[in-house]
Every structure is written in C-alpha cells, then in structure tokens.
C-alpha cells in the first residue's frame, strides 16, 4: 500500500514536473509559422532532400502544358531576347564570362536568378553582366556604354544617388587625409559621429563595426552577455545578415540551435515571450512590415508566381509597440535592425517612423557614406563589455578595421548632408510621394491589361502577380531589356533613390510597361483557367518525388514505375543546379 502510494507520488511529482514544459513546448509550436519559413530545422532537411534538375529545351517552354503555337511564341520571343541582350553588351559579357570561373560571388548570384529547373538554359541564352563602369543621377553604364535606370539601390545603400555618396567619400577622405589609414586610435571626425548618432538614435552609446552582419552579432552577443540568456527570437522571413544564429535553416550548414523563429505580427509569439525564460533579445527587421513572415522576395523562388506583399503602417507600429511592453516587462532586449531601412523612412529611421524606442539600434549601408561600416547604438548598461566586479567575464568584441577614418570621414560628411535643409526637404512629403508613385505604376499596369501590380514601403518596392504562372520571373530579363537595371533577385525588390524625379519616375513607368507589354506579347502569362498556386506546386512536387525516386531506384524498378527521367523533359542535371537558396 505505502508502495503504491509512493508510486503515484512520484508519478504525480513527474507530471507537474513535465506539464508546464509541456505547455510552453506546445506554446512554442503555436507560434511559429505554419511555412517552412517558420520551421527553419525542418525547412534544412527539406532543401537537402530537393533533387536539382533542368528542363530541357523543349519543356522549358511549355512548363505549364501550354499550347505549342504559345510555346512558339516564347521560343522566338527568348531568342529575340537573348540576341537583343548578348549584341548590345559584347565587352561587359565578355568580362563577365572570364571573370566568372574565379569569383565565387559571381557564380552563386547567377545560378539564383530563377528557379533552379530553369536556370541552366536562363544562363546559357539570357547571359547578365556582372561589371559596370560608371554611375551618374539616377544611372548606371555598363563597359559598352549603356545607360540603365538604377532600381537596384545598391542593395539599400542608395538613399540619396550615387552623386551624394561620391561627394560624401570624396570630402571624408579629404577630411582624413593627414591622418591616412591608421588605426587604433581615432581621427576627431569620430567624435561627430558619435554625437549625431546617439540623438538620432536616442540611445546613448555607440560601436562601430565594418559590416551590418558584425553590428547584427555585437547587438545579439551583448544582449547574451547581459541578460545571461541564451536564446535570440527572430521573426519568420527576416534577413539580419549571414551570421549563424541569426540565419538558421537553409544557406547555413549548421542547424538552428539558440534561435527562437517565430510568427511576426502575432499575439501567440508574445506568450512565448512572455513565458520562456532563456530569451535574451528579439530582433526586428522594419522592413518585414512590407511582407511579415515571408522572406525575401527573389525570382528564384517565384516557382508559382505567387508573392504576397502590402504594408500597413499602423498595424506594424501597434505590434512593435506591443513588442516594445512584452520586452519591458520581461527585460528582454529589443533590437530594432535598421540597417536596410534607417535613413530611408525617415531622419531618424525606422524607430521614428513606427514610433518605437528599442534597446538596441543596429544601422549600416548607407550611414557609411558609401563605405562598409555596421554601427550599434544601445543603452549604456547594455553596451558596456565587462563587469567591475568580474573583471575577468568580458563580452570581447574588436575589428581591425573598426572606426576606419576614411569610414569615419565619409560617415562624418553623410551626416553633415543629412542635416542640411536640402535633405530635410527630401522626407517632407516622402511616403505620399512614393504612395502615389505606386499608385501610377499600377494604374499604368492595369491599363496595359498586364498581370502585374507593385506592392511597397515607401521606396522599397517588390512586383507582384494578379494570376498564377510559371514564368513570371521572366519579367526580369525584359525589364534589363528595356534600360532597367535590376540586383541579382530580380523583380523581388526594387529599391529607389530619393533623388527620382517625376519625369525620371515617369520614364521608369513607361520602360516598365513596355517591358510587360513585350513579355504578353510572347506568351509567357498564357493562362490555362484551371491553373492554380495550388496545382503548380502539386505538379512541382510530383515532378520532384520522381526524379528524387527515379534517383534511387534501380533501372528495372523505375521502368516499372514509368519513372524514367526523359518521359518528363527534366533529363538533364548538372552539379550547378540545386534547390533554392535563401536570399535577400
Ligand atoms: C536588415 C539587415 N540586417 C543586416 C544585414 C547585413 O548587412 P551586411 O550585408 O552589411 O553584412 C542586412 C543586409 O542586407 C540587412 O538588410
């Protein structure tokens, strides 16, 4: 009998015990993204699994079943294409060729341009130069003396045009020039910065990193050493870098260990902060307000056409504000990310334009001046690297190249310029302006009767499709086409400078449309009415599970199976091709 009791003890004892960490195991599934965005440990194991292979020349044009008098069409018009891109860049083409073989960078961007089943014959016929050799305004030239109209903002760097930041590095090295390269200690100009950035940011400390991805994991590895937590929650689709932790799932080798992924704009993710205890920060990228739990928007991975994006403004700033008290009242650091983002919203970036006051502020691109620098910003008590009453437990963070002062310079002289009236005037009116810029475009989309509308946060736009297809990322060779220069993710992000004018926008309007013309023109939106996101990516996946089976069966088994590779035109695979990778 006492033994008996003394079983249902323990048992008792194991279950309360077990439960609440039942329940915040269960907590934490609720609040990830039902996508393979939100579960980054099963989403590694999916890309791994993904068999890589290529259309051949013949389903590569009727991907969709359609017609063979529209597959025609797509034929000629990809061969007038191809031509058309090949004759007027010869010497950039060249260039790009030879120089591939030994740039890994240049390898990796042109292989992810479009899904991976048809990206050998993209490279093969639609070649993109890599090489340019000179910017002005609101354009670039590439070696053979074309002008293209910049929609790739330099990955976010470009605020102002590229005239503002060759100004702002010409004055910085002049204003450093005595001093030169020399590092350790700093050139005064620093002293400034320091100055500017901690009113603008409202935090009183500031550190200087050489890229946003080292300011991102001095933020993260402060917050670690101060809250004595191990964990860091980032929200579904968000890009902080290429660091480790802060990019778990496919594109790092190694799978997620103290990175919570969990559902942006979500009450179920404020339970989990609001009951785990091994959470040291939350880390925000304002950008995801254009697109919450989704990644990147690239080409490569429009495999059905289908990219949901649209901002609202108040509806963001509410959950960061909410955010903002979950993080008070569990003293978990909030770090707001503004390196893509700061300086482009508003003066005082993304924390002034949500009306959100974070822990922590990490910045880069642009605020170097067109120079590489990552910058934090915190709270004294956060920012601080040691303990007095352990001198030995620091939080060591140092960088040869920290605080270089041409850097210094050139960041001294782009906020110099952000203070003038000039720039100023620049913000006045600044999401109105962009408002409507879209609202032309769509209107000029819509009139041409192609399947095409922008979505965007202010001057950070990405392209959408009214109807599910197949080959929407084709846009983007049409676009180069017409003058548009685009970055390595294609219609996913367009991203303007603030020095477009009307009749520069206008411009940009029409090469868009006539591009979008040009492509319906060629088929490639042909639409067979019975065609969904749905039933493309059921087809996709079939067409995966056989040539992933047909690569482990033996040959008798698969002609058993019918599961020959060539009966599905996906016949030819080449080490290059793979799964898609995640990308910015
Ligand atoms: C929000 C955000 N954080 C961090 C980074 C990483 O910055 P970097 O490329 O300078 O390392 C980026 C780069 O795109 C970014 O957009």
Redesign the pocket.
């Known amino acids: 009998m006492d033994e008996t009791i003394a079983l249902y003890a323990l048992a008792a004892g194991v279950l309360a015990g077990t439960l609440p960490r039942l329940r915040r195991r269960l907590q934490l599934s609720r609040a990830k993204h039902p996508s393979l965005t939100g579960h980054s440990r099963m989403a590694k194991r999916v890309a791994s699994l993904l068999p890589g292979y290529s259309y051949d020349a013949q389903r590569f044009f009727e991907a969709d079943g359609a017609p063979a008098e529209v597959a025609d069409r797509r034929r000629d018009g990809f061969g007038r294409l191809s031509e058309a891109l090949r004759a007027r860049s010869p010497a950039t083409l060249a260039l790009t060729r030879s120089a591939r073989e030994g740039l890994s960078d240049l390898q990796f961007t042109g292989a992810y341009r479009v899904p991976f089943q048809f990206s050998a014959h993209v490279r093969e016929h639609l070649p993109v130069g890599g090489f340019l050799q000179a910017s002005s305004g609101v354009e670039v030239t590439d070696l053979d003396g074309n002008r293209y109209l910049d929609l790739t903002g330099s990955?976010?760097v470009n605020v102002f045009g590229y005239d503002f930041y060759k100004a702002c590095i010409e004055e910085g090295a002049a204003r450093v020039r005595a001093l030169g390269p020399v590092l350790g200690a700093y050139h005064p100009c620093v002293a400034d910065n320091v100055e500017r950035l901690r009113r603008i940011s409202g935090l009183p400390e500031v550190s200087f990193h050489m890229?946003?991805?080292?300011a991102?994991m001095q933020a993260v590895r402060l917050a670690r050493y101060h809250t004595r937590r191990s964990h860091l929650v980032r929200f579904a689709g968000a890009?902080?870098?290429?660091w480790e932790d802060v990019q778990p799932g496919p594109g790092n080798p190694l799978p997620p260990r103290e990175t919570y992924t969990l559902r942006d704009m979500d009450p179920r993710a404020l339970a989990v902060l609001r009951t785990r205890r091994d959470i040291a920060c939350v880390l925000v990228?304002p950008?995801q307000a254009l697109h919450p739990n989704r990644p990147a928007p690239g080409d490569s991975t429009l495999v059905d056409g289908s990219r949901i994006a649209g901002t609202d403004r108040a509806a963001y700033a509410a959950w960061l504000r909410d955010l903002r008290q979950v993080c008070t009242e569990r003293g978990i650091v909030l770090i707001l990310?503004e390196?893509?983002v700061g300086f482009r919203l508003a003066p005082g970036g993304a924390q002034a334009y949500f009306g959100v006051q974070a822990d922590m502020v990490?910045y880069?691109?642009t605020l170097g001046g067109g120079l590489?620098v990552?910058v934090v910003c915190g709270r004294a008590d956060l920012m601080r690297r040691w303990r007095d009453d352990r001198p030995a437990d620091i939080c060591f963070a140092r960088g040869t190249f920290n605080s270089h002062p041409y850097v210094m310079g050139a960041m001294a002289a782009f906020l110099d310029r952000l203070a003038t009236p000039a720039v100023q005037a620049v913000y006045e009116g600044l999401d109105a302006r962009w408002d409507g810029r879209a609202e032309r475009m769509n209107r000029a989309l819509d009139e041409a009767g192609v399947p095409v509308r922008v979505a965007h946060l202010s001057s950070i736009w990405t392209v959408g499709y009214t109807r599910p297809g197949r080959y929407h990322w084709m846009l983007q060779y049409y676009l180069r086409e017409a003058g548009l220069a685009l970055s390595w993710v294609g219609t996913g992000r367009l991203v303007f400078s603030l020095d477009y004018s009307d009749a520069q926008f206008e411009e940009v309007v029409r090469r868009f449309v006539g591009a979008a013309v040009a492509m319906q023109r060629d088929g490639w939106w042909w639409h067979d009415e019975a065609t969904t996101h749905r039933s493309i990516r059921r087809g996709i996946l079939g067409e995966m599970a056989r040539r992933w089976l047909s690569e482990r069966l033996p040959l008798a088994a698969r002609r058993w199976f019918a599961l020959a590779p060539a009966a599905h035109g996906a016949d030819r695979v080449s080490p290059a091709d793979g799964p898609q990778a995640p990308n910015?």
């Open positions: 990955y976010g890229s946003g991805t080292e991102v890009y902080h870098g290429w990228n950008l990310d390196i893509f990490t880069g691109k590489p990552g910015r």
